[in-house]
């Protein structure tokens, strides 16, 4: 490393962290006012009076922070090292009360990561006798986990713009309209009303006021929490499934999109490379699984039902099933783990590599086939959509897939050395980084605490898109030179 290098690389401030994570724990302390609320209605009190303790905890540190500077500038890399924080303490928070509905600590952990990293992946035997209050709560962190606590911090408290703008660049923002701040209360109204739509819809089809709203809180935010063990087979009519899919399909698209269709700019929202290409993939998946199903003995009808739910369940990374993924043959479910690896767009709810990357390592692709044939002194400008790309999207773009290989590569051989069979090993850590929760049946009660932890880790460093955690860890990001406040 240059001594020039050096100079000009400066080391997070851990005042500026502590203002940031104090208001967002104030943010987290009201989203958690919510589960509190619901078990004094279902009248589960010892939860109740956990979730009233974290939020004491969350004001009385938001209280401590409060005086601590403001930054005239937030660092990437201190804007990078409060989301990862944010995605890291809250799960450690909730597992709190998740505890008091009977589960030990180490499945508390592992519902409350997978549940704010809207994965959907469980450890746990059953819920269907657990409190109401434990289930609204997965699904409530789901969805205000898929939209970002930092967004919401942002679209609610943050009036300094330039450290809001960082915030937001970090979570997913792609392109952010006049400020950050303003962008995030325009995907909040979005997320709002795709919400309020989803829970509608499905209580006029027949679900219960309760089952609504947990499967629309976990649907729109790709998060795939059911109330019931058998997912979406445990609801009581094949078209709700299919809602609640659809549901999750609108939710892995870019919600900008949604803001320029409220603002009048249906064709340009329309004609979106991202979305066109995320309706083709889903209706790709949906038929090669149904082909594959009515291969191996299944009847066309139900074929093509429960082909449709898997491959958009799969593509949108929603997780949700319609049957037990491990009866399913190995084409459907390698199938399935290249669906979950791609996922949705980007600024979008959904997990994956996102569809945008895949775009760009396609037109590069294209670009060096293209160079073959021409003179060696021929300049090409890489555009996609008719926009120039610049080499450090390119680079950011490759970088982050290669990323998300390496990551399901090592965590993948982590299961072979326990044992594992190769092919539902690779679908189970896709679905962990990729956080869709689809799982073969290796995520149960039994699994072993390493692999636990794997999980863990892939979870959030999916949620996080590797790098925000790999700052989080680099020793340069806490020790060396800091600017001044």
């Given at each position: 490393m240059t001594e020039g290098t050096?100079?000009?690389?400066?080391?997070?401030?851990?005042?500026?962290?502590?203002?940031?994570?104090?208001?967002?724990?104030?943010?987290?302390?009201?989203?958690?006012?919510?589960?509190l609320l619901t078990a004094l209605i279902f009248a589960d009190y010892a939860i109740a009076l956990r979730y009233a303790a974290v939020i004491a905890l969350l004001l009385f540190l938001a209280w401590l922070t409060r005086r601590l500077p403001t930054p005239g500038q937030l660092q990437q890399n201190e804007a990078m090292v409060i989301v990862a924080m944010a995605f890291i303490l809250s799960p450690l928070l909730m597992s709190f009360p998740m505890m008091a509905s009977g589960l030990s600590w180490h499945d508390a952990i592992f519902e409350a990561i997978s549940a704010v990293t809207t994965t959907g992946l469980s450890?746990?035997?059953?819920?269907?006798?657990?409190?109401?209050?434990?289930?609204?709560?997965?699904?409530?962190?789901?969805?205000?986990?898929?939209?970002?606590?930092?967004?919401?911090?942002i679209a609610l408290l943050m009036g300094h713009h330039i450290a809001s703008?960082?915030?937001?660049?970090?979570?997913?923002?792609?392109?952010?309209?006049?400020?950050?701040?303003?962008?995030?209360?325009?995907?909040?109204?979005?997320?709002?009303?795709?919400?309020?739509?989803a829970i509608l819809a499905l209580y006029l089809l027949g679900l219960t006021p309760f089952e609504a709203i947990t499967h629309a809180l976990a649907a729109v935010s790709t998060g795939g929490f059911s109330t019931h063990d058998a997912s979406l087979g445990g609801l009581p009519h094949g078209s709700q499934a299919v809602v609640v899919v659809v549901i999750g399909l609108f939710g892995a698209i870019p919600l900008h999109l949604y803001h320029r269709l409220r603002m009048g700019q249906a064709m340009a929202s329309l004609l979106d490379m991202e979305l066109r290409l995320l309706l083709v993939t889903s209706v790709l998946a949906a038929g090669v699984l149904t082909l594959l199903l009515q291969h191996h003995g299944m009847g066309w009808a139900e074929a093509l039902f429960h082909g449709t739910i898997q491959g958009i369940s799969a593509q949108s990374t929603s997780g949700f099933s319609s049957l037990p993924i491990r009866s399913l043959d190995d084409g459907s479910k390698l199938a399935?783990?290249?669906?979950?690896?791609?996922?949705?767009?980007?600024?979008?709810?959904?997990?994956?590599?996102?569809?945008?990357?895949?775009?760009?390592?396609?037109?590069?692709?294209?670009?060096?086939?293209?160079?073959?044939?021409?003179?060696?002194?021929?300049?090409i400008q890489p555009k996609l959509a008719q926009r120039p790309?610049?080499?450090?999207?390119?680079?950011?773009?490759?970088?982050?897939?290669l990323l998300f290989v390496t990551v399901n590569i090592l965590s993948w051989f982590a299961f072979i050395i326990h044992g594992y069979a190769p092919l539902d090993a690779l679908f189970e850590v896709v679905s962990a980084?990729?956080?869709?929760?689809?799982?073969?049946?290796?995520?149960?009660?039994?699994?072993?605490?390493?692999l636990r932890l794997v999980l863990c880790a892939d979870m959030l460093l999916g949620r996080l898109e590797i790098v925000a955690l790999l700052v989080l860890l680099y020793p340069?990001?806490?020790?060396?030179?800091?600017?001044?406040?």
């Open positions: 050096l100079t000009l690389r400066y080391a997070v401030r851990p005042a500026i962290i502590g203002k940031y994570l104090g208001q967002l724990g104030f943010v987290l302390a009201l989203l958690t006012a919510v589960p450890t746990l035997a059953s819920v269907e006798e657990l409190p109401r209050t434990f289930l609204f709560a997965r699904a409530w962190m789901q969805w205000y986990g898929g939209l970002g606590i930092v967004v919401l911090s703008r960082r915030l937001a660049e970090t979570t997913a923002a792609e392109e952010l309209a006049t400020t950050a701040r303003t962008y995030a209360r325009r995907v909040l109204g979005v997320y709002l009303l795709l919400t309020l739509a399935m783990i290249i669906a979950m690896f791609i996922g949705g767009g980007v600024g979008s709810t959904a997990g994956g590599i996102k569809l945008l990357r895949l775009m760009i390592l396609l037109r590069l692709l294209q670009l060096m086939l293209q160079r073959i044939a021409m003179p060696s002194h021929a300049v790309l610049e080499e450090g999207d390119i680079q950011w773009a490759l970088l982050l897939i980084t990729g956080t869709v929760g689809l799982s073969t049946g290796i995520t149960a009660p039994g699994l072993e605490p390493v340069y990001t806490w020790f060396g030179k800091r600017t001044e406040s």
